[in-house]
Structure formats: C-alpha cells, structure tokens
C-alpha cells in the first residue's frame, strides 16, 4: 500500500507548489512502483506553433515522477533530481497528457526509474524521460 | 508480422558477428514492437569479482535492441547507434541475463527505444538502456 | 564567422519567443560552435525554496544551445530537439547564471552538443545537458 | 597533487584488470579534475567493417573516467557507474584514440563528469559521454 494516496497527493501539491495548482494535474492511479497522472489540455502549455513545449514535457516527467517518490515514501521526503534523459518523439495531439511512471530501483541513496507521456487516446509516445533522484538520508 | 524470425535472427548472427558466437545469445521472442533474448551465464562475461561488467550489459541492450531493428526492418538494415543512456541498478546474480526490448519510436531518420536487463528467475532490473539508432535513407 | 550576430539573436527572440521576453536572456557571444549567454537572476524563476528550478535550468539549456545552432546556421533553421541528458549538481547561488554551449557536430540530419551553466564568479557547474537536435532537410 | 601518478595508475590497471593489459592503455597526463589517455590502435578493437565498435568506445569512456577518479581519491575507492549517457558522432579514423576526461562534480555520494574521444590528430570528438559514479562511504 503507498504511503499516499491520491487525494493526499493533490493536497501536498496545492500546500507546496501552489504555483502548478492552475494546471490541475489529476493522479489518477498511485501504488509502490507505478504511477498515472492525467494533465488537461490547457492553453497556457502551449507554444505559439500550438504544441506543448519541450520543457513542459520536461517538467511533468520530472514532477510526475516525484509524485510517485511521495506516494511510496511519504511526504517528508526530501528527494532532488540528479539526472534526467528523456527524448522526445512526436509531437502531442490536441487531448488530455497521460504520464505512467515506473519505479526501478530504490536504494538507500538513489531512486531511478522512468516514465512515459503519451496523448489520451493513442499509444505512442510523445516523450519518455529516465530519472534518477538523490534521497535524503 | 515480423520481417525475420528468431531462426532467421540467430543465422544474421553468426554471418555477422562471428565474433560473438560463442556467447550463445538466444532470441526467444520478436515481434513488431518488443524483443526478448536470453544470454547463458557463462564465464568469459565476468570480471574477477565474479558479476557481468557494465561494458558487457551495454553490449547486450545494444545489441538486442539491434535485433528487434533487423526483426522489424529484415536483414539489409544499416542502423547505427547514435545515443545511448544506461542506468545500472543491481549487480547481477549467477544466473542467464534476460533482456527485453521496445521500440517506442520508427521514424525515417531515427528508431527510438528501451531496453531492460534482468536476471532469470527475478523481476528486479539490472540496467536499463534508452536508445537511438540513426536509419539508412 | 555566425550567421547570426548577438543582436540579431536578440531580435529573433523577441519576435518568435515573446512570452520569455522578460526573462533577459543576453547572449554575449557567439561564433561557429560556441554560445555564451547570461541569465540575470531574477525572481521569477525561483522555487518557494528561493533556489532556480530544474525545469527553469532545462529551459536555459535547450534555448541557449537553440540560439547556438541559429548562430550557425541563420534564422530560417527549424530545429527541434530529440535528446537532452542533464545532471544537476549544485544549487545555483543568487547570482546570474552564466551558461556556455558547444557544438560538438552538425551533420545533415542532426546536430549535438553540450550545455554547461554557473553561477557568474563560480567555476564549479550548477548543471551539464548534452542535447541532440534533429535539423530539417 | 593527484592522489595517484599515471605510473601507479599503469601499475593499478595491470594488477586489477589484467584483461585490458595488451590494450596497452597509456595515461598521459591526470590532475585533479582531468586525464588524458591514449589507446594504441590495434586490431582487437576492431569491427569486421574495419572501425572501433561502439561498445569499446562506452568501455574506454568508463575505464577513462574511472582513472580520473582513483587519480584523485586514491587505490582505495570503490567506485561503481551508476549512469553513462553517450552520443557517438564519427566513425573513428585508423588512428591512436585520444580519451579526455572532466570531473565536474565530487560529492559525497557521487562523481559526476564527462569523457571527449577523439582520433590522435583530429579535433572532432568521436564520442561524448557524461557519466555518474557512486563512490563508498
């Protein structure tokens, strides 16, 4: 069982960054290895071509992933990225985000794992990032 | 339909790269999109310490995610790697590796991918790769 | 020499990329592999914890090593990126940031290189991207 | 001071990885945050194709680095490649390899820095890779 569930997470979301709270990121499902969160469709993501930006991809990995960190660990987690990878693939469509994270290895000073945005929908993929997060100790 | 079999896979192998017949790399699966090969644990792998060196698994996700290329593309396929990330998560145990691979992108110019390394018999990650490949025109 | 000058970057930025017009962004110099740029620490970047965000440090390098690749090939160039790696090693100190992109090939289809920032007075890097941008035909 | 000279790291390399000794590796300069190896061109690297294979070039990168870091801490350290992210550029020419290595960061938990590999008498980098170490307590 996770340490928090959804509702637990979207409150710690609105309590410490309450400048995301506008972008009304849904966790949609939480257990000890796997993550899916849903980001609606919004204007304010989008480039001026119309697409959703590479750092905005960058981000919801970044923060999706972290989310699962909390959910397995519990919210006095202290956890910093150090190394992130993700490579981008197409461009996404005009629908809802859907990021699935994993958890691959937790260890006693490191978190790895990855996770995968695709458009709701399809099962391609717009982006996939692997990220490695530093635990407090 | 794949464009060639695992048989088919084993025989591009041994023409190809008779420099690595010895290692007795199985293809277990291939389809489409995924890939599942099977190396025997066998001495010639490890380092004095006793487990697999990290030069040998990014052999490996290198090249079982080149077989599912030449299982999708068959057998004239020029790819070369441009781009590749691994994380190494566990020492491997005494035991045959088991690599899975997948390909999250087919583009003209690029071929995008991950491929997961385990120990038979565990469902813990070794390393996990993300690769590119650049395509012939 | 560039085909683009520090000027001539400057002016791109504004018409093609309003929305971070109030970030700053000074490139201060530029020549056919090499891009330096200055961020003015400013407090819209920063996280309630007073530091510059991971996303923030992403977004620096992928439009620094952008403004690098106009420099060399002009403004008509519609490049995206493929691959960005970064590893985050310092907290920033409340300081411009200084970052210096590197190119390290441009072929037909893609072009790669590296992203280093710091703190303005610090030689120890805050963070390090190697990134991959695909070029069009 | 490096904790260890490019005489004691030969003396390290033969008596801890016999295996790579006809590589005939040679140091030729390591400081605090640099080294700068040579491999003699020699046959056993080689692909049918006549060129080095990629994962000899991974090999070179994480042997490189890990030089740099015995150079700096000493024949005692432990360390183990928690990640390797590598782009590969050009096919080597028929030349001496020159490896350069960077420590960016030496914390306590981790070392992070990159590896440039260029053919003896060209500028242009055959490969880049940006690598993590995770060091002993």
Not at 54 to 71: A, E, I, R, S
């Amino acid at each position: 069982m996770p340490a928090m569930t959804p509702e637990e997470l979207h409150k710690f979301l609105e309590e410490h960054f309450p400048q995301v709270a506008h972008f009304d990121l849904k966790v949609e499902h939480v257990d000890d290895t796997t993550i899916r969160v849903r980001l609606p469709s919004k204007e304010q993501h989008l480039r001026p071509g119309g697409t959703i930006s590479g750092p905005t991809l960058v981000w919801l990995c970044d923060l999706g992933f972290y989310l699962l960190l909390l959910g397995r660990l519990g919210p006095v987690a202290q956890a910093v990225t150090t190394n992130l990878n993700i490579n981008f693939m197409r461009r996404p469509e005009p629908a809802d985000l859907i990021g699935e994270g994993r958890l691959m290895k937790l260890g006693r000073a490191l978190a790895v794992g990855d996770f995968t945005i695709r458009s709701d929908g399809s099962d391609e993929p717009v982006a996939h990032a692997t990220l490695t997060y530093s635990l407090p100790r």
